[in-house]
T-cell receptor, first 114, second 114 residues
Framework: AQKITQTQPGMFVQEKEAVTLDCTYD???????LFWYKQPSSGEMIFLIY??????QNATEGRYSLNFQKARKSANLVISASQLGDSAMYFC???????????FGAGTRLTVKP | DTAVSQTPKYLVTQMGNDKSIKCEQN?????MYWYKQDSKKFLKIMFS???????INETVPNRFSPKSPDKAHLNLHINSLELGDSAVYFC?????????????FGQGTRLTVV
């Protein structure tokens, strides 16, 4: 069974600085997708970024980038130039290509300090 | 136009009652999910469906019964509600197996059992 681990229950970052949120995963499937979602205090789940297991380059979306290290089975989210509005829960997720199974890590609560 | 809509948004009910949560997606997706988010924010997959067919049933008590009348709808019926069922329930959809694609989430249904 696949497993997604986020070891940082909470993180603090100063406004305008960069922060890295850790995610490791475990799967024997060769084909899978990795995702990051943001959940602000209002509760909705917002998709941020995606990385495919065969993608050669790290994904980037605006201030978000995904540091994908396949051999280490890690998919860390990097947020550059943090803003107060980035304060939220962040979830790492993995979708296995061969079935309809998307699972989430326990989440990291990010707080951006002014 | 809301892509994935759940009703109701809030549900307060007494122990022992039976209740349903409805979910509809207008994205043309083949796969739909139900997740339970507990008070610690952990997102646990409950069910996934692909084209109305049950794919994943993740050791959920049989008091929970999903029903998919067509691929655009996945409803969740809960019998004999218990205090421990209090949580936020999220419906989500994605394009389906074989495609690495993000899940689109509904706004969640906050269920409170008293």
């Amino acid at each position: 069974a696949q497993k997604i681990t986020q070891t940082q229950p909470g993180m603090f970052v100063q406004e305008k600085e960069a922060v890295t949120l850790d995610c490791t995963y475990d799967t024997s499937d060769p084909s899978y997708g990795l995702f990051w979602y943001k959940q602000p205090s209002s509760g909705e789940m917002i998709f941020l970024i995606y990385q495919g297991s065969y993608d050669q380059q790290n994904a980037t979306e605006g201030r978000y980038s995904l540091n994908f290290q396949k051999a280490r089975k890690s998919a860390n989210l990097v947020i550059s130039a943090s803003q107060l509005g980035d304060s939220a829960m962040y979830f790492c997720a993995m979708h296995r290509r061969n079935n309809n199974d998307m699972r989430f890590g326990a989440g990291t609560r990010l707080t951006v300090k002014p | 136009d809301t892509a994935v809509s759940q009703t109701p948004k809030y549900l307060v009910t007494q122990m022992g009652n039976d209740k349903s949560i409805k979910c509809e997606q207008n994205l043309g997706h083949d796969t739909m999910y139900w997740y339970k988010q507990d008070s610690k924010k952990f997102l646990k997959i409950m069910f996934s469906y692909n084209n109305k067919e049950l794919i994943i049933n993740e050791t959920v008590p049989n008091r929970f019964s999903p029903k998919s009348p067509d691929k655009a709808h996945l409803n969740l019926h809960i019998n004999s509600l218990e205090l421990g069922d209090s949580a936020v329930y999220f419906c989500a959809s994605s394009r389906g197996a074989g495609l690495n694609t993000e899940a689109f989430f509904g706004q969640g249904t906050r269920l409170t059992v008293v």
